[in-house]
């Protein structure tokens, strides 16, 4: 990313205005950006001298790291490297990374995320656009109002937009396949997301039933045709935010299975469905790995937050406890942004919204001065909205932890919460310390579960005031509510 910051010769190099966006938002907010030793040991090895040293002036100006010592269980994980190579250089920055020396990495080098994930620090190294979303994040400024999934007829997409031209790069034969889908419409779903200015950033095209699928998946079969997120917005988790519209597709349509065909240099995307319960079931005739999520038949000895990813969203264990969280408006506001009405956002007092990626996430983060440590992965947690006196959201606790490092905080939820660094340290700073929950979105409850219908069916005694157990009889109307709506 700092080679992009700089012209060489009068070239601009591609990913400047990232690049640039990031540098003046760290900056702006006060956070300290460094540069590794290894990244100026890669720019020394470069063969055309005039370039190198320009490349190591440009890298003088940023503070450089001290390099703390590869750990044995580092090593371990990622094997034996030459000394001196690629690999070697990228098992350096990941041990600065491992050690805490930063609270982030940010990188658009594909193979060091992946090492990065298969050592468990994935979730902390970013590209130059994630980087740049979640700093946006924390800037005040009032933005657009968040942005929707709008269905579209497939004859009615727009073939002209930018998005589309990636994808032909990819296949070869699209405009053909992409006919065949227009006169199929009755047997097709599509999806986009799309910005002000009427660009899709995003778009989904779905076969509701794949009859003749070559594969041997329990029908009916659904098929995700294309899946595809602007490389400018892969900042904003408007893959989750597609990803919604697309489970939920599958749950409408009760489906046994779905599946999508990736070719493998998509590395980032097949990671990405693979949190959401998308297996790898072998290869297509092209070439390309072939994921399912096999909804039926279920496996109820799955422990509660497998079950979730296996089948959901939607979808909780009879197993799972329930935990009421309260939750402010504004805060409800912007976690689950798609509660509010499209006439809503606009005119009601309190209501209004902004662009931000936790919004749009499905993986999200509540945090809290609660004393309980009782949430453990898999259990029920809703949120009720303490000046509505309503439930519309249920989501299933991933995992949790207490701190009082704002830093810690920051390299687990990076941006999947409301909170800003400041608001951070300061529920850090409070005796209780700050409790974490990691939490996925299940469903939204709509029509919305009232307070004077919890407390008559035993759910809630009065409105919570912190994270609270729900009782058993309350749990038992919880699930029959959930199992309804199934």
Not at 377 to 387: I, L
Not at 429 to 438: A, T, Y
């Amino acid at each position: 990313m700092i080679i992009a910051l700089e012209p060489f010769a009068g070239d601009m190099e591609p990913g400047l205005e990232l690049a640039a966006t990031f540098i003046r938002l760290a900056t702006k907010q006060r956070h300290r950006v460094f540069a590794h030793p290894a990244t100026g040991d890669e720019i020394s090895d470069g063969k055309a001298p005039d370039r190198v040293r320009q490349r190591l002036a440009e890298l003088a100006k940023f503070e450089m790291l001290d390099e703390p010592p590869i750990s044995a269980q580092l090593r371990a994980e990622l094997g034996p490297v030459v000394p001196g190579s690629n690999n070697d250089r990228d098992l350096r920055i990941l041990a600065a990374l491992d050690a805490n020396a930063v609270n982030f990495l940010v990188t658009n080098d594909a193979g060091l995320r992946q090492r990065a994930k298969r050592v468990g620090l994935g979730d902390r190294v970013l590209t130059a656009a994630d980087a740049v979303a979640m700093l946006e994040g924390f800037e005040p400024a009032t933005a657009p109002p968040p942005p929707r999934v709008t269905p579209l007829q497939s004859y009615a997409l727009d073939l002209d937009q930018e998005i589309f031209a990636s994808i032909r790069e990819d296949y070869p034969g699209f405009d053909t396949w992409i006919d065949k889908v227009r006169g199929d419409s009755p047997n097709r779903e599509c999806y986009v997301v799309t910005e002000p200015d009427g660009a899709y950033a995003a778009v989904a095209i779905l076969k509701i039933d794949e009859a003749d699928c070559a594969y041997d998946f329990t029908k009916p079969v659904a098929k995700i045709s294309t899946f595809k997120v602007g490389p400018a917005f892969s900042g904003f988790r408007y893959g989750e935010l597609l990803l919604k519209a697309v489970l939920k597709s599958h749950h409408n349509h009760r489906v046994g299975s779905a599946y999508v065909e990736v070719w493998d240099r998509h590395q980032r995307l097949i990671d990405f469905l693979g949190m959401f319960g998308y297996q790898e079931a072998g290869k297509s005739d092209r070439g390309e790995a072939v994921l399912v999520k096999s909804y039926l038949p279920r496996d109820d000895s799955l422990g509660a937050l497998d079950y979730h990813v296996a089948y959901g969203p939607p979808a909780v264990s009879d197993d799972a406890r329930v935990f009421a969280i309260p939750i402010v408006d504004r805060w409800h506001n912007q976690l689950f942004a798609e509660c509010i009405p499209d006439d809503a956002q606009l005119t009601l007092p309190g209501l209004s919204v902004t662009t931000r990626p936790w919004g749009n996430a499905l993986r999200k983060a509540y945090l809290c001065n609660a004393s309980t440590n009782q949430v453990q992965p898999g259990d029920v947690v809703f949120f009720y909205r303490s000046g509505f006196q309503i439930v519309s959201v249920v989501g299933v606790a991933e995992d949790t932890f207490r701190t009082a490092v704002p830093e810690e905080v920051l390299n687990h939820v990076g941006g999947r919460t409301v909170y800003g660094a400041a608001d951070i340290a300061e529920l850090a700073s409070h005796r209780s310390q700050v409790l974490v929950i990691l939490f996925r979105q299940d469903r939204v409850i709509d029509p919305a579960w009232t307070l004077a219908e919890l407390e008559t069916n035993a759910v809630l005694r009065a409105p919570p005031r912190t994270v609270t157990q729900v009782k058993e009889a309350g749990t038992q109307w919880v699930h029959q509510q959930l199992a309804a709506m199934w």
